[in-house]
Structure formats: C-alpha cells, structure tokens
C-alpha cells in the first residue's frame, strides 16, 4: 500500500487554490514553499509532477539584479544562457546566468478551465 503523502496533497491544494482565483496566473516554489513551510526541494519535485500532468507549466523569467525587472520569459534557458539581454529600466545590458534566471509556474489554461467548472 502506498503512503499517503500530506506535503504533496497541500502542494496539488495550493496550486487549485491559485488556478480558482483569476488574477493570479503564476507562482514561484519559493512562495509555495514559505506559505506552506515544505523544504523548497520537495516543492520542486511536488510541482515537477504536476507540471507533468500538464496542470502548471514550468517557465524561466530572465530578471535584471539590479531592479529586479522581468526582462523576458522564456520556456528553454539552454539557448540564452550566456548571451546578453537588455533592460530597459536600468538601460544596460547584463547577461544571462543562472543567477537571474527564476523558475515560474504558470497556471495551465486548460486546468484553470477545469478548476473553474468544478
Ligand atoms: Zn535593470
């Protein structure tokens, strides 16, 4: 028989929490992790699954450091890592690391929908 698993049952409660409320359409682990008080690497792992279910979809936000600007979102870092983005708050250039790159979930429309119905 399989454990029941509370942190992955209030992880999928979160995220249909936020799917029902129409302002809301992304999170970050991190907020997940401090409003629920689960380790952010179990976070992770909770909403990589259901990131496969297709219920959120795991994007990356490129953010300048200095102010904190989202300059672009994007599905895949692999191709701008290391190339050169501009901000047009500060007006520079920076360049993209793994230190200004923010995993974002985005609500799935199709299960917001859903959610909605229910
Ligand atoms: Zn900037």
Excluded: H, W
Aim: aromatic share 12%.
């Amino acid at each position: 028989m399989a454990k029941f698993n509370a942190n992955s049952a209030k992880i999928e409660d979160y995220v249909e929490e936020v799917a029902r409320k129409s302002r809301i359409n992304s999170f970050y682990p991190q907020t997940v992790s401090r409003k629920l008080n689960i380790p952010i690497d179990i976070v992770l792992i909770e909403l990589s699954k259901l990131s496969e279910d297709g219920r959120i979809d795991l994007r990356y936000q490129i953010r300048c450091l200095d102010d904190l600007n989202t300059i672009d979102v994007v599905e895949q870092y692999s191709d701008i890592l290391d190339k050169e983005v501009f901000c047009n708050i500060c007006g520079e250039s920076i360049k993209v690391t793994y230190s200004n790159l923010y995993p974002v979930f985005y609500i799935n429309k199709e299960y917001r929908e859903y959610i909605k119905k229910k």
